[in-house]
């Protein structure tokens, strides 16, 4: 599966499974820097997907403000 296609919460459960898997100290040098990548990667998609939840909850806000006024 493209990691562009994860919804937040997948993308944030894989996220937290590399975290373990680094924390435990069990994986060589090799896989954590590639885990490592992995984690940046998908943190990036959790900020993204964050971020464009953000503008929407503030978009709405903001119509709701108009419809108001």
Do not use: H, R
Not at 5 to 15: Q, V
């Amino acid at each position: 599966m493209n990691k562009e296609n994860l919804n937040f919460e997948e993308a944030l459960l894989k996220l937290e499974d590399i975290v373990k898997q680094l924390e435990s100290g069990d994986v060589s040098l090799e896989k954590s820097i590639e885990l490592f990548e992995e984690g940046i990667t998908l943190s990036k998609i959790c900020s993204k997907k964050l971020n464009t939840a953000k503008q929407k909850i503030v978009s709405l806000e903001e119509a709701e403000s108009e419809e108001e006024a």
